[in-house]
């Protein structure tokens, strides 16, 4: 396993891209867990076009310093 002691640009992008995926794989069971503030079901469809659209965001980035990544 890798240890990292500072998170550079690349490293932050490679984390949101990966939470992305694994929040679109699994959608359905955190929609499922969904209780609140109101049970409407679609807490993991919210987070997942959330991570989803920051995921583009610092896929855009030319940078690799991550105070510059907005």
Do not use: W, Y
């Amino acid at each position: 396993m890798i240890q990292h002691k500072t998170i550079d640009g690349l490293l932050l992008r490679d984390m949101v891209v990966a939470g992305a995926a694994l929040l679109e794989k699994n959608r359905e069971a955190v929609d499922a867990l969904n209780v609140f503030p109101v049970p409407d079901g679609d807490t993991g469809t919210n987070m997942m076009m959330t991570l989803i659209s920051a995921a583009k965001e610092v896929n855009a980035c030319q940078t690799q310093d991550v105070g510059k990544m907005v």
